[in-house]
């Protein structure tokens, strides 16, 4: 049987041989870049060389000028130019693969080139690049480089960069950087910047940094900052920043800054700070400032301070350091800029309602509604409610309780003043202490001791 099989096998390669002639015999096998020696039949089966169409094996040393491949291409130097070359299956590349149009699995020694788009699966031991789009899985020992979008999932030694959106599961040793929006799931050892929105969940070891919006989960080792709004998680090293608002959970390590509203959770080891409400429950270290409204539960060691009311609970110690905001006339009507400097401030805002405690100081402009308690002075134009200070208390005009070493009411008292001094200029109601002024009653019963009432 063994010489049956080989007068076969001889058979067989010569019809092969006469139905498909060797590319090299033939003038119009010959592509500019170099000929090829071709098994196949219709442009079927096993080519050597530089073969311009082909579906199959193809094997050759240098692609130049090639048109279409679909199946197994392999590449074992250095590719030329194919500007309009359109690759499918498995492409391997010793040195690189290089196509206009990339489809499958490719997989080069240096470099995976995408000159238009790149589809499916790129292994490359230095860089993977589309100058278009890319879409699928790539990996690359320094850079995933997309001149368009990025879709998929891309693992980079240092940087992932799309100079369009970067939409998927994105890790990179330093940099994920889209100059559109990033939408999914981005690690970096530095930093993930998008030049518009960023959207799902971000860890970097220093900075997350979004032109746009911030969407969803962002941790940073140093900070998060966004020229949009902030919504969802941020949590970072020293800042969370904000050119718009704040709306979610942020924990920081120094400051938690929105420049419109912030509303939410805050937590920052130095100071909570927004430019116009802030809204929720906010802790910081230092001071917390609201610079229009502060709706919620304010706790910090030093200061609460708004320009206009702070509603809710406000629960301070020391006041070491006060935040202030001035306002300039610009062409859009006025700017502002926020004056951070030691100062005496406790409690300060326009309004002070339900309860605020301060280990030293309470100011409110116009009115405190509810409970008031200061370790050393209140001071408020109108009080409704209780007011303790340790030393003062001082208003214009009292309803209620007063309970301080100096009750000090500058108009009309209605209710009950309890301390060593107290004065009211007029009195409707009672006062408990030591020396008790009331400049209403009648000669000889003004001042008294224990006890003056005025009814």
Not at 55 to 65: A, C, Q, S
Not at 231 to 243: C, D, H, K, W, Y
Not at 250 to 274: F, K, P, Q
Not at 335 to 353: E, H, Y
Request: one cysteine or more; aromatic letters at 4%; hydrophobic letters at 45%.
């Amino acid at each position: 049987m063994k010489p049956a099989v080989i007068a076969f096998s001889i058979f067989f390669t010569a019809l092969c041989s006469a139905w498909a002639p060797p590319a090299i015999a033939a003038e119009d096998e010959c592509s500019p870049g170099g000929c090829s020696l071709d098994l196949a039949v219709n442009n079927t089966g096993v080519s050597f060389g530089n073969s311009r169409r082909f579906n199959g094996l193809r094997l050759n040393l240098v692609d130049r000028d090639v048109e279409e491949i679909n199946g197994v291409n392999v590449t074992l130097w250095k590719p030329g130019h194919n500007p309009h070359a359109v690759m499918r299956g498995l492409m391997l590349g010793l040195v690189a693969v290089d196509a206009a149009y990339l489809q499958g699995v490719s997989i080069g020694g240096l470099a995976v080139v995408g000159e238009s788009c790149m589809e499916g699966i790129s292994i490359a031991g230095l860089a993977s690049v589309a100058e278009g789009s890319m879409t699928g899985f790539s990996i690359a020992g320094l850079a995933s480089v997309a001149e368009g979008s990025m879709t998929g999932i891309s693992i980079a030694g240092l940087a992932s960069v799309a100079e369009g959106s970067m939409t998927g599961f994105s890790i990179a040793g330093l940099a994920s950087v889209a100059e559109g929006s990033m939408t999914g799931f981005s690690i970096a050892g530095l930093a993930s910047v998008a030049e518009g929105s960023m959207t799902g969940f971000s860890i970097a070891g220093l900075a997350s940094v979004a032109e746009g919006s911030i969407t969803g989960f962002s941790v940073a080792g140093l900070a998060s900052v966004a020229e949009g709004n902030m919504a969802g998680i941020s949590l970072a090293g020293l800042a969370s920043v904000t050119e718009k608002s704040m709306t979610g959970i942020s924990i920081a390590g120094l400051a938690a800054v929105a420049e419109r509203n912030m509303t939410g959770i805050s937590v920052a080891g130095l100071a909570c700070v927004s430019e116009r409400n802030l809204t929720g429950i906010s802790i910081a270290g230092l001071a917390i400032a609201g610079e229009d409204e502060i709706n919620g539960l304010a706790a910090s060691l030093g200061s609460i301070t708004s320009d206009g009311d702070i509603s809710g609970v406000a629960l301070g110690a020391v006041g070491l350091l006060g935040l202030r905001s001035s306002r300039s006339e610009d062409d859009e009507g006025y700017s502002r800029s926020l004056d951070i400097s030691p100062s005496f401030t406790g409690i300060r805002a326009r309004n002070v309602r339900w309860l605020a405690i301060h280990g030293m100081d309470i100011r409110a402009e116009d009115s405190l509604l509810g409970m008031g308690i200061s370790g050393i002075a209140l001071r408020a134009d109108e009080i409704r409610g209780g007011a303790v200070a340790g030393i003062v208390v001082k208003t214009r005009d009292l309803g209620g309780v007063s309970i301080s070493s100096v009750n000090y009411v500058d108009g009309l008292q209605v209710g009950l003043s309890l301390g060593v001094v107290n004065y009211a200029r007029e009195l409707r109601g009672f006062q408990l202490g030591l020396l008790n002024i009331a400049k209403n009653n009648p000669r000889g019963l003004r001042v008294l001791p224990i006890l003056n009432a005025h009814l």
